[in-house]
């Protein structure tokens, strides 16, 4: 993991809802078992000047008041776990959401193969590198290069 970059520290983002209520989807998974997931909205930003947005979803119980938002960025495969990376999301007292890429975690099948782990949609891959976060050298040596979760 590296230091915390405040420029990776996104706040005050609104969640454009989905039209309409949302509807199951099966998103793939590192094992091949698709798994029920449901889009609630996008989240845009502007770092660096470069419009991006990511989309968020609800694993399970649509009632929880978190998102999930998976994203591969140009660091995975490199310098970050192929299969990409996860963001949890809650929202602040006003509604908004803060997307702090500090907290972008590798997902538990990055470590073993015995779990089933969403994989980020292609509407999530963002063409920047995302240079925050959990990182390579924070397990053993190749193990998630090679995982390809």
Do not use: Q, W
């Not at 706040?11 to 609630?40: C, H, V």
């Not at 007292?93 to 590798?106: E, I």
């Not at 390579?136 to 390809?148: C, M, S, V």
């Amino acid at each position: 993991m590296l230091p915390a970059d405040s420029s990776y520290r996104l706040t005050g983002l609104s969640l454009e809802p989905t039209r309409g209520d949302p509807r199951p989807f099966a998103i793939g998974t590192s094992d091949g078992r698709p798994r029920t997931a449901y889009r609630l909205g996008r989240l845009r930003f502007v770092p660096a000047g470069r419009a991006l947005a990511l989309t968020a979803y609800k694993m399970g119980d649509v009632r929880s008041d978190s998102l999930f938002v998976p994203f591969k960025d140009e660091t995975s495969g490199r310098e970050t776990c192929v299969a990409g990376r996860y963001l949890d999301l809650r929202p602040e007292p006003d509604g908004t959401y803060v997307l702090d890429f500090n907290d972008a975690y590798h997902a538990y099948c990055a470590y073993s193969n015995s779990y089933s782990c969403p994989r980020p949609p292609a509407e999530n891959e963002l063409p920047v590198p995302i240079v925050a976060g959990e990182r390579l050298g924070a397990t053993p040596p190749g193990r998630l290069a090679e995982n390809g979760s």
